[in-house]
C-alpha cells in the first residue's frame, strides 16, 4: 500500500476525555476513529488488524471442531422474555419495528442459538455440537470512556457448544481453554486464567485477564500456588491451598468461559434422546472474546513512549518500508524495492533476507510521500508500529547495504542492496 | 467436512407463507433459519456461500483501488438530522439509548462517511478516494416475505467514492460498473444495467437487475437499441433511441450505483482545496451490493426441480463425496479418497483428475453418514447443489472406475480409482 493513498491521518494530540493508553494510540495512529461516545469506526489501519485478530480466533476455533454460523443483531421480544433477560439485562438496547413489535439489539446470543440448535438436536447423536460466529453485539453501557476496551456496539467471537454430559462439557471446556491461551499467544498478549463468580449453574467461571494500567479489573495471584482469582469474589483465602499472600494486578478481561449447564436450554425445551432412549436436557457451555477489546489489550501491552509496537502476527502490515530524500534514484529504488516485496514468492530470492523477513508476498506499507519530512515519517511510523522497517536513502544506495531493523531500532540484518535488483 | 457432524437439516416442505423460490430452497436445503419475520441466521452451509460472495466482492472492490473500513450501525440521530433523513427516511429504525440519546440503525452511511472523510480529505490531493465496507443494515420494512430477497436486517457492501470534479466521478461510475459486470459474472448472474430514477442530482442511476420470477421490480427492453429501464421511470420512448417496442421482465435488484453528486457532502461541509487554490465541494459516488439478496437472485436463476445449482465460484462446497452401501471396503476408500481431495496439492496427481477437479486442496462435503438411504442422500444432495459429485459404492470399487459428475448428472470424467491410491 502507498502510504501517500492510505486514508488515514495521524494526529498530534490525544482525544478529548481519552483516558486509556490504548484508546490515545489507536485514535493518535489513525485505526480508529470515534463516531459517538463508546460507538467507532475502524478505518484501513484499524480494520487490517482487526482482520488478522479474526484469522487468529477463526483458524483456533475450526481446529477444536467449531462450525462458523451468524446469528442476526435483532431478536423477538419473546426470546428475551422466556429466559427472563428481557427484564433483568440492564444494557439490553431495545427498539420498536412495524406494527409496534419490539426487539432486542443482540448483547450475546443464548437466546437465539439455543432455538436454533433445538430446531436439528434430536438424540445423543447430534452431540457434542459446537458452534460459533464472529458477529456484531451491543450493550447499552452507562460508562464509556476507554476506546475500544468498553464499547456500546463491538465485534464479538461467541462459541456455544452443547453437551450430553457434564462430563463432556467438561473435557471441551478445558479444550477451549487451550485454544484460548493459542490465540492470546499468537496475539501478543499473556494472560491469566482467573476464577470469577459462577453464576447461577456453577461455582466460578473463568476469565481471560491480561494486565494492563487501564484495566478495570484486578485480580489476585496466590504466591504459594499460582492460583489466580478476581477481586470480586472477596476471597480473604486461596480457594486451592489455603494462602493468604497475594500479587495485585490491573487487569482487562479479553475472554470468558461460562458452563451454563442446562440454564439456557431448558427455557427452551432444548433435549436430546439418550442412548437409554430417555429424554435430557442439553448441557451447555459458551465462550467469549470481544474482537475490538482484544485489539485494545494489545496496544495497552505492546507500546513505548513513541507508539504502538505491533506483534507480527496481528500487524497492519509487515513491513514498513520508507523512502526519505526523494533523489531520482531513492524513488527508483524504492519503488522497485516495494514491488519485488509484494510480489508472489518466488524461488529466486537471497535466502538470508527470506528468512528474516519471512514469506515473500509480504504486506508492506510504502511511505512514498514526498512533502514530508525524514523526521516527521520517522516519528508517524513508531506511531503506527509496524514491526519491521527498511529505510532507503541516499546512504542506502551508496553504501549498497539495506538494513532491516525491528519497530524498537534493533538491527535485524544487512542485505547487499545490488544483490536484491540482480535477482529481479 | 463430515456431513455426520454438519449442523443442518433438510426439509420436505416449504417454510409457512414462503413465495420465492430462493426462500424455500435456502430454508429446505439448510441454508439459512428464520428468526422472525425478515430477520435470518446464516447456518454453516449458508455462511459459506456468504463468505464466497463476500471473498468474490472483495477482491473486486480492491482490484479498482477501494479501501475498506468498518462503520458502525449505531449513528447519533445529529448526523441524520443535518441531511434531513431523519424525518424523510421512512424505513428508519430508530432507538433510545442511556440519558436518552436518540440513534438510527444504519440502513446506508452517507450520513456517517461524509463527516469522517471530512476529518481526513483536505486538498485535491487527497482525491480521488474510494472507501468500501462489508457491513451489517437495517431497514424496517412493512413487507418482507421473499426470504433474502427482502430482509430488515441484511449484510451490504457499499462503495463510496470521493472526486475533485465530475469527470472524475463519471469516469470512475464507469469502472464500478466494470467491477460489478465481473462479480455477477462470477457469481452465476446475468444482468441488465437498467435505467433508474436518479433522485435529486442527476436524471438517471443505475441498477444492476436479474431475472426471476419472484422479481419486484419489471424492466423494459427496448428491442431497438436494447437500453433497459426500469418500469418506474414510465417512459413510453425508448430514451435513447426513441423506439417503442419493448421486452418486459421481472427482476430482482442486485446492486446499484448512484451519482450523489455534493448532496451528502454539502451538509457536512465536506469541502476541499483545489489546485487553484480555492474551496470546492467534494462530488460523491454510492455503490451498493447486498450479499443476502445477492445469494438468494443467484438462487432464484440457478436451479431445477430439484434444488439448488450452485455456480462453482459461490458453492458452499466444491465437491460432494457420497458413499452409498457401507460396507468395510466402500468405507475406507471413500475415507482415503476424502483425505486425498483435501489435503494439499502436491506434484503428485494425475493430470486427467487435477484438471477436471481444479486445485486439489478442494474443500470437500463428504456424505459418510450410515443411517441414510442412498435415495435420500441423492435427493438431499440435488436440493443441496453442490455442483460437483463423486459416489463410491461397492460397483465403484468392482470396476475400480470413479465417475466424477456434475450436479445435473452430465459425466465430467472417469478415473481408474486404482490409481489414485497408488500415489498417495
Known amino acids: ?6 486514508f488515514y491521518k495521524t494526529l498530534k494530540n490525544a482525544p478529548k476525555n481519552a483516558e486509556a493508553l490504548s484508546h490515545i494510540l489507536l485514535t493518535r495512529a489513525g485505526f480508529i ?15 487490517l488488524v482487526l482482520e488478522k485478530i479474526e484469522k487468529i480466533i477463526r483458524e483456533e476455533m475450526i481446529k477444536i471442531r467449531g462450525q462458523e454460523i451468524l446469528m442476526p443483531v435483532l431478536t423477538p421480544k419473546e426470546n428475551w422474555e422466556k429466559t427472563g433477560r428481557w427484564g433483568s439485562f440492564k444494557e439490553l438496547f431495545k427498539l420498536k419495528g412495524t406494527n409496534e413489535k419490539e426487539y432486542a439489539l443482540n448483547p450475546t446470543h443464548e437466546e437465539i442459538i439455543s432455538p436454533l440448535a433445538k430446531k436439528i438436536v434430536i438424540s445423543y447423536k447430534n452431540l457434542p455440537l459446537y458452534l460459533f460466529q464472529i458477529q456484531t453485539k451491543f450493550r447499552n453501557e452507562l460508562r464509556v470512556k476507554s476506546g475500544l476496551l468498553r464499547t456500546k456496539e463491538f465485534l464479538m467471537k461467541d462459541l456455544y457448544s452443547f453437551h450430553s454430559s457434564q462430563d463432556d462439557l467438561d473435557k471441551y471446556y478445558e479444550v477451549v481453554s487451550g485454544a484460548y491461551d493459542k490465540i492470546f499467544k499468537r496475539c501478543g498478549l499473556k494472560t491469566f486464567k482467573t476464577l470469577a463468580s459462577g453464576g447461577s449453574f456453577s461455582r466460578y467461571s473463568h476469565e481471560l485477564q491480561s494486565e494492563t494500567a487501564a484495566g478495570e479489573d484486578i485480580i489476585f495471584i496466590c504466591q504459594k500456588c499460582k492460583i489466580v482469582f478476581n477481586k470480586e469474589l472477596g476471597l480473604k483465602r486461596c480457594p486451592k491451598c489455603n494462602g493468604s499472600v497475594f500479587e495485585k494486578k490491573k487487569v482487562v478481561e479479553v475472554g470468558n468461559i461460562f458452563k451454563l449447564g442446562t440454564k439456557y436450554s431448558s427455557p427452551f425445551g432444548l433435549k436430546f434422546k439418550d442412548k437409554d432412549d430417555k429424554e435430557k436436557p442439553v448441557i451447555m457451555g459458551c465462550y467469549g472474546i470481544g474482537l475490538g477489546r482484544l485489539m485494545a489489550a494489545i496496544v495497552e501491552v505492546n507500546n513505548d513512549k513513541k507508539g504502538i509496537i505491533w506483534p507480527k502476527e496481528v500487524s497492519p502490515f509487515d513491513i514498513h518500508l520508507i523512502q526519505i530524500e526523494n533523489t531520482k534514484e531513492v524513488k527508483r529504488a524504492a519503488e522497485k524495492l516495494y514491488k519485488r516485496l509484494t510480489q508472489k514468492e518466488t524461488q529466486k530470492e537471497p535466502s538470508s533476507f527470506r528468512k528474516e523477513l519471512g514469506s515473500f508476498s509480504s504486506d508492506v506499507l510504502y511511505d512514498d510521500r514526498e512533502d514530508v519530512s525524514p523526521g516527521e515519517k520517522f516519528a508517524e511510523a513508531d506511531l503506527i508500529g509496524i514491526p519491521i522497517r527498511i529505510v532507503i536513502s541516499e546512504k542506502t544506495l551508496k553504501n549498497n547495504y539495506l538494513e532491516v531493523k525491528k519497530r524498537n531500532k534493533d538491527k ?12 529481479m
Open 412 to 423: 535485524i540484518c544487512l542485505i547487499r542492496f545490488s544483490h536484491i535488483f540482480q535477482i
Open 33 to 47: 476513529d470515534q463516531l459517538s461516545a463508546g460507538v467507532y469506526s475502524f478505518l484501513p489501519l484499524g480494520l
Open 1 to 6: 500500500m502507498y502510504q501517500s493513498k492510505l
